[in-house]
C-alpha cells in the first residue's frame, strides 16, 4: 500500500527545498538508510511511510545517526511505520491507534513561539483524517492539539496531539499528523508548518 499523497508531498517538499536553500532527495530505497549515506543529511523524513521497512541493521544504522545529531521529520502516516520498533516509537513520539473520516476539525496552537507555528492564528480549522494516538513518549512537546469537540471520532480526550517535537537521543525529532490529502500539499501553512519543524 502506497499513500496516494507521498507524490504530491515530495513535489512539495521539493518545491522548498528550492525556495529556501537546501537540497531534498526522495527515494523509496531503504539502502540509503546507512550510515555513509546517512551523514551527508541534515534530516531524514519519513513522508506518510509506513510497514515494518528497515532491516536490523539499518535500524541500527538509524540510531546511531540519530544519535549522532541528526534530525527526523515524520509526516502523517509515518507514525504507523515500523509497528514492532520500540524505539522508533519513541522517536516518532507515539503510536497510530485509528482514525476517524476525514472531516474539518478545530486545531489548538499550544506553542507560539516554534518556528513550525510563529506565523499561526491561536487555532486552525482544517480538513483532514486525525489520528488517534497510545503511548505518547513523555519527551515530546506539544506544538498543535485538536479539539476532540469541533469532530467526530477522537479518542484522546482533552490531551490529543497532532504537531510535537522532541530533543530525542542526541539528535531531534518532529511529528505532524496532518498531511493526509493532496490539497494539504498546496497548503502554504501547512508547508510552513513542516519548513519550521525541519
Given at each position: 500500500y502506497r499513500h496516494a499523497s507521498i507524490e504530491p508531498g515530495i513535489q512539495a517538499l521539493k518545491k522548498l527545498g528550492t525556495e529556501n536553500g537546501f537540497k531534498v532527495n526522495a527515494t523509496e530505497d531503504t539502502g540509503y538508510i546507512k550510515e555513509d549515506s546517512l551523514r551527508q543529511y541534515a534530516a531524514v523524513l519519513f513522508?506518510?511511510?509506513?510497514?515494518?521497512?528497515?532491516?536490523?541493521?539499518?535500524?541500527a544504522d538509524l540510531e546511531r545517526y540519530i544519535q549522532a545529531g541528526g534530525g527526523f521529520v515524520g509526516i502523517h502516516e509515518a507514525v504507523t511505520a515500523e509497528s514492532e520498533w520500540p524505539w522508533y516509537h519513541k522517536l516518532v513520539g507515539a503510536r497510530f491507534d485509528g482514525h476517524p473520516k476525514e472531516q474539518d476539525a478545530t486545531l489548538k496552537v499550544i506553542v507560539k513561539d516554534h518556528p513550525s507555528t510563529t506565523f499561526m492564528d491561536s487555532t486552525w480549522v482544517k480538513t483532514d483524517e486525525w489520528y488517534n494516538f497510545k503511548d505518547f513518549d513523555p519527551g515530546i512537546e506539544v506544538v498543535i492539539a485538536i479539539d476532540e469537540n469541533s469532530y467526530e471520532g477522537g479518542t484522546n480526550g482533552t490531551y490529543h496531539p497532532i504537531s510535537w517535537y522532541d530533543e530525542f537521543a542526541g539528535g531531534r525529532s518532529f511529528y505532524t499528523a496532518i498531511g493526509h490529502s493532496d490539497e494539504?500539499?498546496?497548503?502554504?501553512?501547512?508547508?510552513?508548518?513542516?519548513?519550521?519543524?525541519t
Open positions: 513522508l506518510s511511510t509506513s510497514g515494518d521497512i528497515l532491516n536490523d541493521v539499518q535500524q494539504t500539499y498546496d497548503n502554504a501553512k501547512f508547508l510552513k508548518h513542516v519548513l519550521g519543524g
